[in-house]
Structures are given as C-alpha cells and as structure tokens.
C-alpha cells in the first residue's frame, strides 16, 4: 500500500543566501511544513568572554562586528552604555554626527536587506541595484572612519574625528538621490507580482505572538505593534527630530518589507534635520585615561537597531574592565518565531521567511 | 603544490607529462567556481566583490555554485566557530579534487580577533592546506581580488 | 515622573502578594526586585497577569564567583512600563524554574544561559546547548573557565 512520512530537510548551514551560518531544519509533509527548527550558533566567537578581558575602549572595535551590516548602530549602543555606566556627557556636534552615521548605517542595512531578500527569492538583478546605492553609503564611511563595513567609529566621550569636508557634499548628493532610488526600487522590484505573491499573505505573525516571543523592531511593527525605542525612550538626541514609525497591518512577509522601505525615508528625514541643526564643537568629551565606573555598578541600555532592539548590559566591578557584559541581541530572538510563522506554509516560504526576519547570524550568535 | 611534485616524480622516471595538463590548470585558473560559502563580516564584502561596483565577474569568478559538488574553489570567509568545523570538513570533503582555498580575511587566516576565546578556531589551516591568504577585517574587495589573482598565478603555473 | 506613580502601585501590590519574600531597590531607570528561587515564578506571574508586563526584553546571568545571579528586564508593550527582577542561586545547586510558560522569549534565552553558564531551567521544553556543539564540555562564561586572553 502507498504510505507517506514525513520527511525532514536541511537547510543551511553552508546555502547560498547571505545569512551566514543558519541551519534550519525542516519537516515536511510533501512541501507543506509540519515543523521548522532552527539551529543557530554557527558564527558563535564568543565576544561576551572576550568582552571581560578587554578594557571598555579596547571593546569597542568588537561592537561593530555584532552587526556588521549597519556597524556604526552596535557601536553607538555600546558607547552609549558606557557613557551611560560612568555618567559621561558627550558634546553637542558629536551627538548630531552619531545620529547622521548611525542613520546611514540603518538605510545602508536596509538596503542590503531589499537586495539579500531579492536574491534569496531568486531575483538577482534587485541586489546588484541594491549593492550600488549602498557603495555610496560605505564610501562615506571610509570618508569618516577608514573602513567600509566595520565602522569602529565611535569612542567613549564622542567620536574619533571630526567629518572631514568631502562628507557632506556626498551625504547631501545621496539624500538627493534617495527618492529615486526608492522609485527604482518601486518599479523594478516592489511592483513584481511575483514577488508580491511570495510574500503577500506568507508568514504571519500576530502582535500577540510577536510581543509574547520578545519580537522587536521593524518586524514587531509590520505587526501593527507601535514600539520603536527612538520615540518611547528616546537616546541621545532623538528626541529633537521629527519622523515618523511605519506600520504594518498584517504582520506578513510583505509588511516586514514595505515598513523597512518606509524606514528608508524616515531615516533620511531624521538625516536631513541632523544636518540642518548641527552646531560647531568639540566632537570628544574629556575623558579619564583609565575608564573605571564604580564597583557593582550596572547598566542595561537598548538602542533601536535596524533589527530591532540592541541592548548592552555590563556589570562593573570597579575594574577597567568590564565584570560581565550581555548583549541582547534582536536576531536572536527574532530568530526564535521562524517555527510559528512557517507552520502551515510551504518550503519555498521558510526562504522568504528568514530573509524577512532580517537575522545577520554575527549578532544573533554573538 | 601536489601538482608539480607529480610532474617531478613523471619526469624522473622519464615519462613526460603532456601540456594538457597546463592547458586545464590554465582555463581553470581563469573560472574558479566559488563555493556559496560564508559566515560572518567576511562574506559581506564578498558579496559587495560580486556586486556591480566591483565585479567579480571581470575575472571571471562570478558562477558561486551552491553545491559543494559543483564547486572548486572554497573561499573560507569568516570564523571557523566550534560548531561550524564539522560542516567546514564535510564541505571540503565533499569538493571533487582539483580544488583550491582561500583563506579570506583575519579569523579564516588565523582566528582574528577572536584567537583569544574559546569559540574560534585559531585558521582553517588547522583543518586543511590553504593556497592563499587574504589579510583583513574585512579584507576589501580589491584585495580580495589580489588574492584570486594570486591564485590564478598559482595554478595557472605563471611566475 | 509617570513612572514613579505607575510603580508606587505595582511595588505596593507586590509586597502584599509576596508578602515580604522580596527585597525592592527604586534606582533609576530600572527598579530592582530581588526573590529567590522559591518565588520566583510567583512574582514573575503577578508581573505579567496583574500588571501587564508582557515583553520580556532581556534574561541573562551573572557569575559572581560565590553564585549567580539570573537578571530579568521585563517591559510592558507599548507604553514601555519596565522592571527589573533579579534572582541569586548558589553555584552548587543552579537551577531555577523555566519562565517559559509566561514569555515565550524566555525558551531560546535560557538556552543560552545553560549553555554557557550552566544554570539549569527546570520545566523548560528543550534545554539543550543552543550556540555550542552539543559535545562541548564545560560553561565559557563562568568565571573559572579560562581562556587565553
């Protein structure tokens, strides 16, 4: 007699999509899914036990690379927390060029997150588009810091330089461009109906669902969930500019897309009014040679990533270095609701579904 | 390289080996099929290296198979964590001979910045020979190029 | 601050549930409650169930070499409420109850801390390693394990 079982298959580590490390491993019932699990760890370089090795300034290089798509974002979480554990006040001008870089650093994410997704669905043409505009990001980091994709830009007190000069014709020149980038966007990908068939209607996720499984960022807001930790409990600056929070109604594949494209926008505003209001200043607070803070002190501090909330949790114990630090990564635990949302659809939906996510597996594994 | 040594061993017992040989090792130097391998910043300026403004496919590199059984090239980009080593040798194991590494980046060299943990493993030479190195964090894309080049020369038997 | 109004209610309410098994320090941003391991879940559930704190938004451990410390930061979504729950347990015994069952969030999470602290959680569905090989010996983030750095 005919019998079927379930089969299981997996995906990743080694596949071609650019989320580095994932495994997930899929049980199927022909190509519907009974069941995904996921495996992570694969890019695990244990950073949190180097963290107690290094002083706070030599850490400062390792933040980057936790999300080493939008860099100058774990870096800035990472000062911040300091700054925040040793009561340190950081000069006006180095404030405004923080928010100037850390917002490139969202759209430069985002960007890639358009392109990773284009190319995982098969699309090959939307990321090279994607890649292009974003060079125009990373040249302006290697304008400001040296490097293109890890930033280690940040210090504790400030920034290391100032702008240099050729930086703000290129950003005021990019932000000039960006509508039409996005309108390229719009015709080459976002009105592809065969896009807009993978991903309308796949991959729900309920507010309910994304609250209860620590769901945070964009994709707690294609939930209809309004929550992003630069309007609630605004760091830095951010509480002087005016934008918007995208969000999303369904909480599906497509959602999590049109709010990070949304996103795009709202960050250039943010950009455009850090310019406008930037004053003249010191870019670095003085600050002791030897950074201690003060024994049993601790600090957890979150910053609106670009995939969701970042937070740094050190302990001090008097030492200049850190006693414990933790970093609560998005992806993480963004991660963890691929089961929920992928119940019930089919295989090809696992793809669209992870890529939507936005997990960089460097944070998510630490 | 295990190839020249083979060609000693021929021609010391007079046997002389054709220029086909040179011929193949010349037209693979010109299209390594990279694996889709990655995990980590590393494979992030890969990626930008086979984008439009940097282009790969200049070089003829651009065909990344999915497949370690299509593949001959594995650019190990990135850190080898303790779970990945399995799936690393499996990989390799998996390439069908002549096959080549490049080591790209600081934590495939020699551990990184992350030499120092327990996580990392201290370069993928501890797992298999490397042909090429490429130095940095991450290395850009136009040393990663130099590296490739390099190893044309390498294979393609220029000096 | 609101924030002050808001917990007044919800540190009075707890002393009353707890009766008196917690200790509350009021430091900003983040007021401090500590319990130990048998009321834990007690206090973690009244959080959630009488005060709304839905989004647990960050579980972690300390190591501090005489016993460990697990760290809980619990908000309420979206008008971003928040306390902080800590719970010390010696070195010896480490374990504690799962908070699975009230947060999701927390499965992977404590994963994480068995993983690499090496605190059990019990009542939890799957504690296995999550970011080490399943034949790893040993707990990294504990303070007696050495590396070379």
Redesign the interface.
């Known amino acids: 007699m005919i019998s079927s079982e379930h089969m299981t298959i997996n995906i990743g580590p080694q596949h071609p999509s650019t989320h580095g490390g994932l495994h997930v491993e899929a049980v199927l019932d022909g190509e519907k899914i009974i069941d995904t699990i996921v495996h992570v760890g694969y890019v695990h370089r244990g950073m949190e036990k180097i963290a107690e090795s290094k002083t706070y300034a030599q850490f400062i290089p390792y933040s980057s690379r936790f999300d080493y798509l939008a860099s100058n974002l774990p870096n800035l979480g990472y000062v911040q927390a300091v700054e925040k554990l040793m009561g340190i006040k950081v000069p006006e001008r180095a404030e405004y060029i923080r928010v100037i870089l850390a917002e490139l650093s969202r759209i430069a994410s985002h960007q890639l997150f358009i392109g990773s997704l284009c190319i995982d669905l098969g699309a090959t043409t939307a990321m090279m588009y994607c890649f292009r505009d974003r060079e125009r990001i990373m040249d302006m980091f290697e304008m400001t810091s040296g490097q293109r994709l890890i930033t280690a830009y940040m210090r504790i007190g400030g920034v290391a330089e100032d702008l240099p000069e050729e930086f703000y014709p290129a950003v005021r020149s990019f932000l000039k461009d960006l509508p039409a980038m996005l309108k390229e966007y719009d015709g080459l990908i976002f009105g592809n109906e065969i896009l807009q068939a993978r991903l309308k209607g796949v991959g729900k996720l309920s507010a309910e669902d994304a609250i209860a499984y620590g769901v945070s960022g964009s994709n707690l807001r294609a939930s209809g969930v309004n929550y992003d930790i630069r309007k609630i409990e605004p760091y830095g600056i951010y509480d002087r500019f005016d934008f918007e929070v995208p969000l999303g109604q369904n909480g599906d594949c497509w959602d999590r897309l049109m709010v990070r494209v949304e996103e795009i926008v709202q960050s250039a505003r943010i950009i455009e009014q850090a310019l406008e209001a930037m004053p003249e200043g010191e870019i670095k607070a003085k600050v002791p040679r030897v950074l201690k803070a003060e024994k049993g002190a601790e600090v957890y501090h979150r910053i609106e990533s670009s995939k969701g909330e970042l937070g740094y949790y050190i302990v001090s114990d008097g030492t200049d270095k850190p006693y414990r630090m933790h970093v609560r990564a998005p992806s993480f635990i963004n991660l963890a609701v691929l089961p929920i949302i992928s119940k019930g659809g089919l295989l090809q939906d696992i793809i669209a579904n992870i890529a939507t996510l936005d997990p960089v597996l460097g944070e998510s594994d630490r | 390289m295990a190839l020249e040594q083979d060609v000693e061993i021929l021609e010391k017992n007079n046997i002389l080996v054709s220029t086909l040989e040179k011929l193949w090792n010349w037209g693979r130097s010109y299209s390594f099929w990279p694996l889709n391998y990655g995990c980590g910043c590393c494979p992030i300026e890969l990626l930008a290296a086979s984008a439009s403004r940097f282009d790969i496919a200049r070089y003829g590199y651009e065909v990344f198979r999915a497949a370690p059984r299509q593949a001959d090239l594995l650019l190990v980009a990135g850190p080898v964590s303790q779970k990945m080593k399995p799936i690393l040798e499996r990989v390799w194991a998996q390439m069908p001979e002549p096959k080549w590494v490049l080591a790209m980046g600081n934590c495939a060299t020699s551990g990184g910045p992350f030499k120092d943990g327990y996580a990392v493993l201290p370069g993928c030479d501890t797992l298999f020979k490397v042909d090429v190195y490429v130095p940095g964090c991450p290395p850009r894309p136009e040393a990663l190029f130099h590296g490739l080049l390099e190893l044309k020369k390498k294979v393609g038997g220029k000096k | 601050m609101s924030e002050i109004n808001y917990l007044a209610e919800i540190l009075k309410d707890l002393n009353q549930h707890m009766e008196g098994q917690i200790q509350i320090s009021e430091n900003q941003p983040?007021t401090c409650i500590k319990t130990d391991e048998k009321n834990l879940i007690k206090l973690l559930k009244r959080l959630k169930q009488k005060h709304g704190f839905?989004?647990?938004?960050?579980l972690?451990a300390?190591?501090y070499q005489d016993h460990f410390e697990v760290?809980y930061?619990i908000h309420s979504?979206?008008d971003?409420r928040k306390i902080?729950v800590k719970c010390s347990i010696s070195r010896e015994k480490a374990q504690l109850p799962s908070a699975v069952s009230l947060?999701?969030?927390a499965?992977?999470?404590e994963r994480?801390i068995y993983d690499?602290m090496g605190i059990k959680f019990t009542g939890h569905p799957n504690l296995v390693?999550?970011?080490?090989?399943e034949d790893?010996t040993g707990h990294?983030?504990r303070k007696d394990?050495q590396?070379?750095?």
């Open positions: 983040y839905n989004y647990l938004a960050n972690t300390v190591d760290v930061h979504v979206p971003n902080m947060w999701p969030a499965d992977w999470q994480e690499l390693r999550i970011l080490l090989p790893f990294p983030l394990y590396i070379k750095g």
